[in-house]
């Protein structure tokens, strides 16, 4: 990563609307220019952020963060939200549902993901490495 190659987190804090996403997609965009998954990790973030303003209490009215660590070799991703009482998880691709289809990207994309917390704030992480 060009721009970023430090672990030194940089974090940003959004309104909970879906026009935050596209804000999303620039911060991440801008630290991970020159990363050769760069597109995927702008991606991925923007599914986070979509889930945390469609899922959780920080689509109502409230905010959520963007963290983003990265080095020359991995980075990670995590978007705070203001928590949810239903955890996130991967629908499989036969669902009528949409829910969950941007975490089945997340599992595809990242070399790890997970989440933390519940109903009073949450943590939805991904990271990719590349050589």
Do not use: K
Not at 13 to 23: D, K, L, W, Y
Not at 25 to 49: H, K, N, Y
Not at 105 to 115: K, S, T
């Amino acid at each position: 990563m060009s721009n970023v190659a430090t672990t030194i987190p940089q974090v940003r804090i959004f309104g909970g609307s879906p026009e935050e996403v596209r804000s999303v997609r620039d911060f991440v965009g801008r630290l991970a220019d020159g990363c050769p998954v760069a597109d995927d990790i702008v991606l991925l973030a923007s599914e986070l952020a979509t889930n945390a303003v469609v899922h959780t209490a920080s689509g109502r009215d409230g905010t959520f963060s963007v963290v983003v660590r990265a080095d020359d070799t991995w980075a990670r991703v995590e978007v705070h939200d203001l928590g949810s009482d239903i955890a996130p998880a991967v629908r499989l691709a036969a669902s009528p549902e949409e829910s969950g289809a941007g975490l089945g990207l997340v599992e595809m994309l990242a070399d790890r993901w997970g989440f933390y917390g519940g109903p009073s704030g949450r943590v939805v992480w991904f990271e990719m490495g590349w050589r």
